[in-house]
């Protein structure tokens, strides 16, 4: 088994304010994934990484970065928050393209 | 792109009654997941599917990669099993998952 951590739980940020979120894993998983999900509908894809220094962008990715430090890591970057944007941000990682597994999710809110 | 059509969109169920959740794909995918999101938000993996069926107490799932469709059987419903069920899926060679809108269940006593 393992565990996927999200830090910070809850973000709060100012319009136009760079936002960085982190996600670890330690299942040792080669994939790792970064999904918005706003309220009410499913999860999109922003950026998701198949190796140590890879990435690859989703359906979403104007307006963030990411970066891959390490395996067992994957940050996300809002680059410049909207005013009265509200959204919970989602990490997975897969052993390679297999089942993916959920951390509990950052929720951001910005003033 | 890749389109996931996940029906019904909502749901109500008593208490100890079943019913089936379905997921259509616009392309052939290779692999499913089905997920329940509960109360805090939290995504659990109920299935994940290349083919064929699984079963795992009251839930049973089924992917039919040649017709592109996907289902969920939910029997004898309880409260607990009350929130946001979602399909996911991927085409063949992709790790991109594409997800669906979701279906929001409510068990009542």
């Known amino acids: 088994g393992g565990i996927i951590t999200q830090t910070p739980k809850f973000l709060i940020g100012q319009e136009g304010q760079k936002l960085t979120l982190k996600c670890q894993q330690n299942?040792?998983?080669?994939?790792m994934y970064w999904y918005r999900q706003d309220s009410g509908k499913g999860l999109r894809l922003i950026y998701y990484?198949?190796?140590?220094?890879?990435?690859q962008k989703g359906d979403l990715s104007e307006g963030y970065d990411a970066s891959r430090e390490k395996k067992s890591s994957f940050s996300l970057t809002v680059t410049s928050a909207q005013k009265n944007e509200m959204a919970v941000f989602l990490c997975a990682s897969s052993r390679a393209q297999y089942e993916q597994y959920f951390g509990p999710g950052t929720r951001l809110t910005v003033l | 792109g890749d389109q996931v059509e996940q029906s019904p969109s909502a749901l109500s169920l008593h208490e100890g009654t079943g019913s089936a959740l379905r997921c259509n794909f616009t392309?052939?995918?290779?692999?499913v997941q089905w997920f329940q999101q509960n109360s805090r938000g939290s995504l659990i993996n109920l299935f994940y599917l290349a083919s064929g069926t699984k079963e795992n107490g009251r839930l049973k799932s089924t992917f039919n990669s040649k017709e592109s469709y996907s289902t969920l059987h939910i029997r004898d419903a309880q409260l607990e099993d009350s929130g946001t069920y979602f399909c996911?899926?991927?085409?063949?060679?992709?790790?991109?998952?594409?997800f669906g809108a979701g279906t929001r269940l409510k068990v009542i006593a």
């Open positions: 392309t052939t995918m290779r692999a």
């Open positions: 996911a899926a991927s085409n063949t060679g992709n790790y991109k998952y594409v």
């Open positions: 990484s198949i190796t140590e220094n890879d990435l």
């Open positions: 299942f040792n998983h080669d994939t």
